[in-house]
C-alpha cells in the first residue's frame, strides 16, 4: 500500500508539473487530492507566448497568413467574451430555445471558449496565439455541454447558428460538436452555407 500511493504520488507531481507547464490562462485543469481533473485557475502562468501543440504539429505556424479581414464562426458551448486573448474579438449570439443561462453566452465547459481561442487568440506577446490572430469571430452558443441539452434543442440551435454565421460575414463555420442523428433541416442548412460561400467545418468524433 505504502509503494502503491508513492507511485500515485510520483504520478500526480509529474502531471502538476506537465500542467503548470501549459500555456492555458483563464480555465486551467489541476489534480485534486483524488486524482480527479477539476477546472481552477491557480497555477502560474507563463508569459511568454505560445502556439499550441496541435497548431504546431499541424504546420501552421510556418503559414505567412494570420487572418487579417476574415471572420470566422465557432458554434459551440457558449464564450469567455472577456477572456485577455478574446476581448474585442468576438461578438456572440445564443440560438439555444429557453437558454436559462446568464449571460446568455455563458461558457459553462470552457469548451467554445478554448474553440475560439484556437482560431482567433490575440498575438500579444504571452499566453497563446490563434491561428489566424488577426481575425475576428462570430460566437454562436449552441450547446450546454454538460446538462441540458436535448437533441431537438441541439438541432434547432445549430440551423439557426448556421444561418446567423452566414449573416454575420463568416468565411468558416467552426462546429467541434456532432450527433449520429440525421435531420434533413441540418443539412439543408449546411447547404445555404456552402452556396453562400461559406466553408463549415464539423469534428468527425472522438470515438476514434
Known amino acids: 500500500m505504502f509503494l502503491r500511493l508513492m507511485i500515485m504520488s510520483t504520478i500526480k507531481a509529474k ?3 506537465i500542467l503548470r507547464s501549459l500555456h492555458f490562462q483563464k ?3 489541476g489534480i485534486t487530492g483524488d486524482y480527479k481533473f477539476v477546472q481552477t485557475t491557480n497555477f502560474p502562468i507563463p508569459l511568454s507566448e505560445h502556439m499550441d501543440w496541435s497548431i504546431r504539429h499541424g504546420g501552421f505556424n510556418d503559414s505567412k497568413y494570420n487572418g487579417k479581414g476574415q471572420r470566422v464562426g465557432v458554434l459551440d458551448s457558449g464564450f ?3 477572456h485577455r486573448d478574446l476581448k ?3 461578438t456572440t449570439g445564443c440560438f439555444i430555445p429557453g437558454c436559462k443561462d446568464q ?3 455563458l461558457d459553462r465547459v470552457s469548451h467554445g471558449t478554448f474553440c475560439a481561442g484556437e482560431i482567433v487568440a490575440k498575438s500579444d506577446g504571452q499566453g497563446i496565439v490563434g491561428v489566424a490572430p488577426e481575425a475576428t469571430c462570430f460566437g454562436g452558443k449552441v450547446i450546454y455541454g454538460d446538462y441540458g441539452d436535448t437533441l431537438s434543442n ?5 440551423i439557426k447558428g448556421i444561418r446567423s454565421a452566414v449573416s454575420e460575414g463568416c468565411g468558416v463555420i467552426s462546429m467541434s460538436l456532432g450527433s449520429s442523428h440525421n ?4 443539412e439543408e442548412a449546411l447547404s445555404f452555407a456552402v452556396e453562400n460561400g461559406v466553408i463549415p467545418m464539423a469534428a468527425s468524433g472522438n470515438e476514434g
Open 154 to 158: 441541439f438541432e434547432n440551435a445549430l
Open 80 to 82: 469567455d467574451i472577456d
Open 88 to 90: 474585442g474579438k468576438i
Open 15 to 17: 502531471i502538476d508539473n
Open 27 to 29: 480555465h486551467q485543469f
Open 183 to 186: 435531420n434533413p433541416k441540418v
Open 103 to 105: 449571460p446568455c453566452y
